[in-house]
């Protein structure tokens, strides 16, 4: 990185600030990322070492933490060891152990970044931030307005500059308190250089103060880069750019400075001696070094006990036909439900692939105006599914009315529904329901509505109604290759997609499938059921190659991961035979979700795990409505797997809901070709996870949101502390707080030299492994060897751990842990 020297490039600072400014898409669209994406082209630890020293973000647990841990035996003193021989040699074994488990060091440096504008105070007696900032705010909130605010923002369509201009020429009040930089503004020779050149007056300052005064609001400043970049994230479109936030509020600036001083005060750069360059590099410290060797030890702890289970001799594969089978999204939450159907049901079989089920569209519900992303959040669909004739209307509820912010409707409201009002807030407390405030996920969409799925030649604002024959073979085609699943079909096919039901939760949608752009995958899972349904697809999909038994029928539905809840879609296509097949699976698929349940539940405070089980599963229930609780479910916490490969590869292995799951047949893709689209998937999507999950539980404050309790709704795009506070990126305490924070570790099932030529092909996916964002092993399926990725090539991996522990009954076992559950091997 070029250092402050040299002249300003107003261009090339843009573009660096936007390039390390948090990426964090509005609420609708919380997808989540790799919090620090701006460093991913480094190492891991390089990365995480020269972000610390810029910004000043905690990247590791601290030194006490590592060593409550290593003394509570989730870090292995064999794998500690031999993390110091592998990092030091064996010579200076002993001296490097004594400094892991006894020296005492200094806290770490703190950040470069806000060093020059502190200047402001340091010199000037004066907080800029403090006089600029609320106010900064407020006019962003209200120009960015989704629908909270009574009134709309006077002028919105020109620009947000713009804008602000022509409210200044018309208005008779000023947003500023004194003339110049109205004047600045009103004549347009507000341009960037020009206002530091006011504010800073040296050049080679002006990076480091954009810099400074961007990252004392990375929130406001990220979301407006986003804006930018994907104007989409917001469903009433504005106009916005950095570079306008940055010109107004340099305004803002000159306007304090002008206000308290006059026009007598000289620029900041008349009064700085020397600054250390912002992106200069420094060596790591010996405390860095230290957490370096600690961080790799509390990860291997876990990861030895995995690969040795995965080491053992994969369980045999049943030759006979399932009586059902269930297509579920990857997710970690879906894991534990697919292993209690198939231990509820030996003849049932699951299968694992990205939530929106390879079918890529833009949903529109009945009476909506705006189209909602159903697929990954970096695709761009040409297709648009509608929702038609939905016969349950939407639950309405009196109290949430415009009329009530009107003087007099306001007022008989107050006297009348008001106390009504405080009745039912008052029974909820004692009987927590579903209610038009819950985001419900099973009103998405109605299950008895119509969607256009088969296109008809209607196309709307460039987008094709519906797919083409040939596009639903292809998706289907490739979705059934990808897993393996291509001959001995059951005949009824389940196709789940899931959501999550809350309320009083501003990141519901992180709670929703991220393969849905944070949406329930009810639409994707009827739509794909459609398709593979239809006669012509299953002829096209036969000429490839692919033949489905026209007795074989696929159903959609939809898992409620924080109720343990399913609705089943298009049940009227079963024949009668398969209907009494279908009331015998539902009962299946209810024992599994009350089992599920229970396991969920061992880490929720207020449940008794071992209350009956029919009762633990209503108190589930109950909590997941309940206006008073914070944590409607663990969502992602404890993520640090993602298994590519056979079901068998984990039969009889317990992972406690710490695992992606990919169902992957190496058998039908010799080549790769299908592991390449699985990888370019999984790497970003669950490393995504995995990172801000890292982040985020590492450094609450500065990398995740906090606690959710302060947090205030700005606007229906981001959550803030306050009414004046920054944005809040990553996510909150509630959702990380039992979170480990290790790396992700893809597990995949084939031969080595196929798993690296294929993670070469794409520059993107093969990023995240040689950098060790997320690791990388492989089982090789011929001599059953594990394999590791280290430095560019497979090594084999011999596991420390001699033996794991067997477990008959998992149900009883579970009921006495509330930490992470160590990996087990079951009968």
């Known amino acids: 990185m070029e250092s402050i020297k040299g002249l300003f490039d107003e261009h090339d600072v843009l573009h660096k600030l936007k390039h390390y400014l948090p990426a964090q898409a509005s609420l609708k669209d919380f997808v989540h990322h790799n919090t620090l994406h701006a460093f991913q082209h480094l190492k891991f630890h390089e990365a995480l070492h020269q972000a610390s020293q810029i910004f000043g973000y905690k990247t590791y647990l601290s030194l006490a933490e590592f060593r409550n841990l290593y003394q509570e035996g989730k870090i292995r003193e064999d794998v500690l060891d031999r993390t110091i021989k592998q990092k030091k040699g064996e010579s200076k074994f002993p001296e490097w152990k004594e400094k892991l488990l006894q020296h005492g060091y200094n806290a770490m440096a703190a950040s470069r970044v806000g060093h020059l504008r502190a200047q402001w105070k340091a010199n000037y007696m004066i907080n800029l931030d403090k006089v600029v900032h609320p106010f900064l705010y407020r006019l962003l909130s209200a120009y960015l307005d989704q629908g909270i605010s009574i009134w709309a923002f006077p002028i919105e369509r020109k620009g947000f500059l713009t804008s602000l201009r022509e409210i200044e020429q018309n208005e008779i009040v000023s947003i500023f308190k004194t003339s110049r930089p109205r004047n600045l503004l009103m004549e347009g020779q507000c341009t960037i250089k020009g206002l530091l050149q006011i504010l800073v007056g040296e050049e080679a300052l002006f990076e480091q103060y954009l810099f400074d005064q961007q990252f004392s609001h990375p929130g406001w400043s990220g979301i407006v880069s986003v804006i930018e970049q994907q104007p989409e994230t917001l469903l009433d479109s504005k106009t916005i750019t950095l570079h306008d936030l940055i010109c107004l509020e340099l305004l803002l600036e000159i306007d304090a400075l002008d206000n308290k001083f006059g026009r007598d005060w000289q620029p900041l750069g008349t009064q700085v001696q020397s600054l250390e360059p912002l992106f200069q590099v420094e060596p790591f410290t010996e405390l860095e070094e230290v957490l370096i060797m600690w961080q790799e030890a509390f990860e291997w702890s876990y990861y030895d006990d995995v690969l040795k289970s995965i080491s053992l001799p994969s369980a045999r594969e049943s030759d006979h036909r399932k009586r059902f089978q269930a297509l579920f999204c990857i997710d970690d939450r879906e894991y534990s439900l697919r292993r209690y159907i198939e231990r509820t049901d030996p003849d049932a079989e699951t299968f694992g692939t990205p939530g929106f089920f390879g079918v890529e569209f833009f949903f529109q519900p009945e009476h909506s105006k705006f189209y909602t992303k159903a697929c990954p959040a ?118 789940v997609g899931h959501g999550a039901s809350s309320v009083n939760n501003t990141h519901y949608a992180g709670y929703d499938c991220g393969a849905c752009c944070g949406r329930p995958g009810a639409v994707n899972a009827r739509v794909f059921s459609y398709m593979a349904n239809l006669p012509a697809v299953r002829e096209r999909l036969q000429k490839d190659g692919l033949d489905i038994p026209q007795e074989v029928v696929f159903i959609g539905a939809m898992h409620d991961t924080t109720r343990d809840e399913i609705e089943f879609y298009d049940e009227e296509k079963l024949t009668s035979g398969q209907k009494d097949n279908h009331h015998i699976n539902e009962v299946v698929f209810g024992k599994a979700l009350s089992l599920n349940a229970k396991e969920r539940s061992r880490r929720f405070d207020t449940v008794n795990t071992k209350k009956p089980i029919r009762k633990l599963h209503e108190e589930v229930k109950k909590r ?133 030529k294929t993670i070469k092909l794409n520059p993107a996916t093969y990023e995240w492994f040689i950098n060790e964002w997320v690791y990388l092993a492989v089982k090789d399926p011929g001599s059953e060897k594990i394999y590791r990725f280290v430095d560019g090539q497979f090594r084999e991996y011999q596991p420390l751990r001699a033996s794991l522990q067997k477990v008959g009954d998992t149900n009883s076992f579970i009921e006495n842990y509330l930490e992470n559950i160590p990996v087990l091997i079951t009968d």
């Open 624 to 756: 997941s409505v309940s206006l008073f609780e914070p944590r409607p479910e663990l969502n992602h916490a404890t993520n640090s797997l993602c298994i590519v490969g056979r079901g068998v590869l984990t039969k009889n292995v317990f992972l406690d809901r710490r695992a992606f799951m990919n169902s992957y047949d190496y058998r039908v893709d010799p080549e790769g070709k299908h592991l390449l689209s699985i990888l370019n998937a999984a790497a970003p999507v669950c490393g995504g996870i995995n990172l801000e999950y890292y982040f985020s539980r590492v450094d609450n404050e500065k990398l995740g949101a906090g606690t959710k309790l302060p947090h205030n709704v700005m606007g229906l795009f981001g959550v803030a502390n306050g009414v004046d506070g920054d944005l809040r990126p990553g996510l909150p305490s509630q959702m990380v707080e039992v979170h480990d924070p290790i790396r992700l570790m893809f597990v995949v099932e084939h031969y080595p030299e196929v798993v690296l």
């Open 378 to 495: 970096p695709v761009t669909p040409a297709h648009l599914i509608r929702e038609e004739a939905r016969r349950n209307s939407r639950q309405r509820d009196p109290h949430y009315t415009k009329r009530s912010h009107l003087p007099l409707q306001g007022w008989l409201i107050t006297q009348t529904l008001g106390f009504w009002s405080a009745l039912k807030l008052f029974l909820n407390i004692f009987k927590p329901s579903v209610t038009p405030a819950t985001s419900y996920s099973f009103q998405h969409m109605d299950k008895h509505s119509r969607l256009s799925i088969e296109y008809k030649g209607e196309e709307v604002d460039g987008l094709k109604v519906g797919f083409t024959v040939e596009e639903m073979a292809r998706r289907v085609g490739n979705t059934l290759r990808s897993i393996g699943l291509v001959k001995d079909f059951a005949s009824i096919i389940y196709v």
